[in-house]
């Protein structure tokens, strides 16, 4: 009854940028942390960006300055502006979520299916 929907990814030249969004839908108490992270060919998933409910944000070191990662608690929409791409930003960018669904009183960890970002160079 919960998901997370990705949209924005694409392809871009290396300096360009896209945003990218994730909302979260269904049976919602409450969403807490959100998050990115991404996953090259051949490498492991790794954290991008996180924002917590109340604002609080943290960037993986290869990212800060470029990036920046917004919600709005409203729409329960996560959002990630990629500045200055790189070709080694290029991945599949997923959407992360902690959520308490309505029916528990114990929150899980929600992904979303994964957006392709291509930065060539």
């Known amino acids: 009854q919960v998901q997370l929907v990705e949209s924005g990814g694409g392809l871009v030249q290396a300096g360009g940028s896209l945003r990218l969004s994730c909302a979260a839908s269904?049976?919602?108490?409450?969403?807490?942390?959100m998050g990115w992270y991404r996953q090259a060919p051949g490498k492991q998933r790794e954290l991008v960006a996180i924002i917590t409910s109340g604002d609080i944000t943290n960037y993986a070191d290869s990212v800060k300055g470029r990036f920046t990662i917004s919600r709005d608690n409203a729409k329960n929409t996560v959002y990630l502006q990629m500045n200055s791409l790189k070709a080694e930003d290029t991945a599949v960018y997923y959407c992360?979520?902690?959520?308490?669904?309505?029916?528990?009183?114990?929150?899980?960890?929600?992904w979303g299916q994964g957006t392709q970002v291509t930065v060539s160079s």
């Open positions: 269904g049976s919602i108490f409450s969403v807490n942390t």
């Open positions: 992360n979520a902690e959520i308490l669904p309505v029916w528990s009183r114990i929150p899980d960890n929600y």
